[in-house]
């Protein structure tokens, strides 16, 4: 089955910092991937996403790569600003016809960045 | 477009009341979804529409129903909460293999 397992959190990193949060998954098709935030007291707003192996997304200085090899999919950012305080979630979508399109998320990642 | 809405934002139930939570979206997307979202458990899946006219099952459908009213419209109800059901509720909707948008949630306790 579908499946997707991100680091542990509470992460809490110094502004500038060089951030990684670690997504991998487990897909019986060709799922799509997403990296999605939630600042508090909102709901998940997309961040980035990649369809086919090999695709970067990238969107505010964030970027993540679909690596089928390694069934990885990794947010990075090279500077974190305080702005960036949120719980970070990885999610994969399957292509299969009748299935509504389902995602199948991860627990969240918890991040903290201080001045 | 005000994209995806929900009402009501918060709601403290007693012990058997029911209610209904709404959700409307103005993309045009087939799709809609209902997920709870629990410290530590990210989201779960609780009911999805496909389309106008089809509803289905989730992770964890138990004490919850669905309608699908028309293709913009997918409510939640709860017929007898439980302190169990105490979450934070997301509605969401897609077209068939891209993203899904979510509305800003519910929070929901069931004293």
């Known amino acids: 089955g579908n499946s997707v397992t991100q680091m542990e959190g509470p992460v809490t990193l110094s502004e500038e910092a060089f951030l990684t949060i670690n997504c991998t998954y487990t897909?019986?098709?060709?799922?799509?991937l997403f990296w999605y935030v939630q600042y508090p007291g909102e709901g998940l707003q997309l961040l980035l996403k990649?369809?086919?192996?090999?695709d970067k997304g990238s969107n505010k200085g964030f970027e993540a790569t679909y690596r089928k090899e390694t069934t990885s999919f990794h947010l990075e950012k090279g500077s974190v600003q305080v702005s960036d305080s949120a719980v970070y979630f990885c999610?994969?979508?399957?292509?299969?016809?009748?299935?509504?399109?389902?995602?199948?998320f991860g627990t969240g990642t918890s991040l903290t960045v201080i001045p | 477009n005000a994209g995806v809405t929900q009402t009501p934002k918060f709601q403290v139930l007693k012990t058997g009341q029911s209610m209904t939570l709404q959700c409307a979206q103005d993309m045009n997307h087939n799709s809609m979804y209902w997920y709870r979202q629990d410290p530590g458990m990210g989201l779960r899946l609780i009911y999805y529409?496909?389309?106008?006219?089809?509803?289905d099952k989730g992770e964890v459908p138990n004490g919850y129903n669905v309608s699908r009213l028309n293709k913009r419209e997918f409510s939640l109800r709860l017929e007898s909460a439980a302190p169990s059901q105490t979450s934070v509720y997301f509605c969401?909707?897609?077209?068939?293999?891209?993203?899904?948008?979510f509305g800003p949630g519910t929070r929901l306790t069931v004293l």
């Open positions: 897909a019986t098709g060709y799922p799509s």
């Open positions: 999610a994969l979508s399957d292509r299969f016809p009748n299935t509504g399109n389902q995602f199948y």
């Open positions: 990649a369809t086919k192996a090999d």
């Open positions: 529409s496909a389309s106008e006219g089809t509803t």
């Open positions: 969401a909707s897609s077209d068939f293999g891209d993203t899904q948008y």
